[in-house]
Each structure stands twice: as C-alpha cells, then as structure tokens.
C-alpha cells in the first residue's frame, strides 16, 4: 500500500502562487508515477498535471505555462508549484500515486483563489 499526505493549500488572491507537497510513504518502490488531480464542487475530478519516474511530465491545458509538477526521489516527495491562481483554479487538490497494480489518493488539500 501507499499512503498521500498533501500540504501547502489555502487561500490567495487571484495572480499569486502557492506550492502543494505531497509526502508518499509504504511501498513506494512500486510506485511508477505521481500526479496531482482536483475536484471543485459540483463538478467532477480532473488531472491538472502528472509526472513518471522518468520524469516525464502531462499537464492539462488549463495549466499549462502557469503551474509545474516535480518530484524528490530521495525525499519521496511530489510538488505542484501554481503561478498566475485564477479564481477558476479553486478545488480540492488531490495527490495520486500509481503503481502496476492500483492507484492511491491522498485525502486533499483546499485551494481557493479569490478574485
């Protein structure tokens, strides 16, 4: 199993940044690749930006230019840096983890951006 823990959410005002980590801890050896997914209300869950262990990179179109996904092998560590917040970038941030044999998510973390 793999256990998430997300941090670094809050509140910022429009055009600011915020950093979200996510520590990953049990089997990580299995793990293939990382992501960050969110959910605002009423709508459903989308990836924002993934990254393998290769260090290849997917970002949704929406966050492209704007926000940058990486990870600490060593530290077991997943970022999302998010530059330039719109009021529309405001959800629940997920972390995922995927391994050959299933998916994991963290709890979430609340990022809400005001205009």
């Known amino acids: 199993q793999v256990h998430l823990a997300e941090s670094g959410g809050g509140l910022v005002q429009a055009g600011g940044s915020l950093r979200l980590s996510c520590a990953a801890s049990g089997s990580i050896l299995d793990i293939s690749a990382l992501g960050w997914y969110r959910q605002a209300p009423g709508k459903q869950r989308d990836m924002v930006a993934t990254i393998t262990s290769l260090g290849r990179t997917n970002y949704a179109h929406s966050v492209k230019g704007r926000f940058t996904i990486s990870r600490d092998n060593a530290k077991n560590t997943v970022f999302l840096q998010m530059n330039s917040l719109k009021p529309e970038d405001t959800a629940l941030y997920y972390c995922?983890?995927?391994?050959?044999?299933?998916?994991?998510w963290g709890q979430g973390t609340q990022v809400t951006v005001s205009s």
């Open positions: 995922y983890a995927e391994t050959r044999w299933d998916g994991y």
